[in-house]
């Protein structure tokens, strides 16, 4: 590996040059000097434990650090321009790693966004501002049919598989889950040791492929999900209907990462790419999801089910809200997932082209639930680029009840976004099935740093919401956060979209809407013949 290299030629620069010193003038001994201090540098880098780019690329990865040290412009031209716009923008990158070394993010000279550009959002302070609680809020996720539910945090884990991560950087982020009191989503690619390492509770999503639960053929085994969901780690089942990033495709693990103990944990070949089909086969319309999350309610023994999903038609939303009363089942909970979500793999027009926002596909299910009658029954997650305290009001002004994150907490543990997550390449050790780069990822260091991440944003929230002169998240609402929509007007939440009453599609759709309602079937995610 690099590492070994870099300190065996450093080692052998020093012997050869040590041998021309010898036998030469004694200007050949300066150079001694400084191959010798390199080496003791390599060494440090590969022992020490804080940094795994340096673990992984001693001597060579102080370039990074260099870099940050004398940026914005030489960093911001090196690094962001590999970048295409995808990952977190320089001051959010910058504050998540602070955050996670515990350091405070106060900045100075003021902000450095363009705040008279058309599409500045903020939000509405009160000239009365509130104390904040000791103790920040949280969620109870669990229906009338619940009979175990579960107290979430503002911000958690958003669904990441061992496959997608490494299982250094799974340990690390359940260890911080178990130390911050937050939950920690498994991802699509089954529940292994590494997700229970740390005792921190999880969230146990079910993909189209039932990894780890499944049978030979591929079908969900209800027998296996039994044992599983048995578990007192687990807090919440979510099955997993699409992605933000690859919305209408099942997830892929490139072949150069399903090693063998991947394969083993999921139950497919390995060393061959692993695709998930892109619908269920344990349900084809939306009244059969739902029977399907009263199933595996049964079979978990009461605990909260849900299911997680990119909107893309409206008309889908309301077929399942009309199933949902038509059976009189509900989940106990949804997670929208928008587009600007992350992954290890996708199609480049599926990111880009497929899919709604997070705003608003967060604000479609809202409204449908809200215009159905249900939003008291059912609890909102949102996941989608959600990195910093303001992220947090701003998606619950937009109707969820608490949030998730995935880049953000990759970023806590080690990620520095380099983008070679299919590759199995990961220079830290983050993303990669390669046992000699996850090796620089130290889980004791790293579990630390993604638990003061989370802790220090969600306080941020705590925060600004005092500031807004609110005590908790039901006090919010949309006149509180408002946008430029052009350069002499600016309008708030309330204004800009529709907001429906309780129960207004029963009985009176308006007429925005009133296609889509009657479109919407419960038996079929298609629309009914001749009303769309």
Not at 40 to 67: E, I, W
Not at 360 to 376: E, P, S
Not at 500 to 509: I, K, Q, V, W
């Amino acid at each position: 590996m690099l590492r070994f290299f870099i300190l065996g030629f450093l080692a052998t620069a020093v012997l050869l040059v040590g041998v021309a010193a010898a036998i030469g003038s004694w200007a050949w001994w300066v150079l001694v000097a400084l191959l010798v201090l390199l080496l003791c540098v390599g060494v440090y880098d590969m022992v020490q434990k804080r940094h795994s780019v340096l673990r992984n690329y001693p001597v060579l990865g102080h370039m990074r650090f260099l870099l940050e040290g004398i940026r914005p412009e030489i960093q911001q031209y090196f690094v962001e321009r590999n970048f295409d716009g995808r990952p977190f923008d320089r001051d959010v990158r910058t504050m998540i790693y602070e955050r996670a070394k515990g350091i405070h993010g106060e900045l100075s000279f003021g902000t450095e966004r363009d705040v008279e550009q058309v599409g500045y959002e903020y939000l509405v302070h009160s000239t009365a501002p509130v104390p904040e609680p000791k103790t920040p809020p949280r969620v109870l996720i669990g229906g009338p049919d619940c009979t175990k539910p579960y107290s979430m945090s503002l911000l958690n884990v958003s669904a990441m598989s061992f496959g997608a991560l490494s299982a250094n950087a799974l340990r690390a982020l359940n260890r911080a889950a178990a130390m911050g009191g937050f939950a920690h989503d498994t991802g699509e690619g089954g529940l292994t040791p590494y997700h229970l390492d740390g005792g921190g509770d999880l969230v146990w999503e079910l993909g189209s492929g039932y990894f780890g639960t499944r049978t030979a053929d591929g079908a969900f085994d209800p027998h296996r999900f039994t044992e599983t969901a048995a578990r007192e780690q687990v807090k919440a089942i979510s099955i997993k209907l699409s992605q933000g990033a690859k919305p209408g495709l099942g997830g892929v693990l490139p072949a150069a990462k399903v090693s063998a103990e991947i394969a083993a944990y999921r139950g497919v070949p390995a060393h061959t790419k692993c695709v998930s089909p892109a619908a269920h086969s344990a349900f084809h319309t939306p009244r059969e999801l739902i029977a399907f999350v009263a199933r595996l309610r049964e079979l978990s023994g009461g605990k909260p089910v849900g299911f997680k999903l990119c909107v893309g038609s409206r008309i889908d939303v309301l077929a399942i809200c009309k199933a949902i009363q038509a059976e009189g089942i509900a989940p106990d909970f949804i997670v929208v997932d928008g587009k600007e979500g992350g992954t290890a793999a996708a199609p480049l027009e599926y990111e880009d082209n497929v899919g709604l926002p997070l705003t608003d596909g967060l604000m479609t299910l809202h409204n449908a639930l809200v215009g159905t009658g249900l939003r008291d029954r059912i609890r909102l997650g949102a996941s989608g680029k959600v990195a910093t305290g303001t992220d947090i009001v701003k998606r619950l002004i937009q109707g969820a009840d608490y949030t998730n994150s995935a880049r953000a907490m990759m970023m806590a543990v080690g990620c520095i976004q380099a983008q070679r997550c299919h590759t199995n390449k990961c220079p830290v050790g983050v993303a990669t099935q390669d046992p000699r780069r996850a090796h620089a990822l130290d889980v004791a260091d790293k579990s630390v740093r993604a638990q003061r991440y989370q802790e220090a944003t969600v306080q941020q929230a705590v925060q600004l919401m005092a500031s807004l002169g609110v005590g908790e998240p039901g006090e919010l609402n949309p006149h509180m956060l408002r946008k430029k929509i052009s350069p002499t007007v600016v309008q708030s939440y309330a204004e800009l979209y529709e907001w429906l009453a309780p129960g207004e599609l029963l009985s009176d759709p308006p007429r925005g809407w009133r296609m889509d309602w009657a479109a919407a079937d419960p038996d079929s995610f298609r629309p009914m013949p001749g009303k769309a």
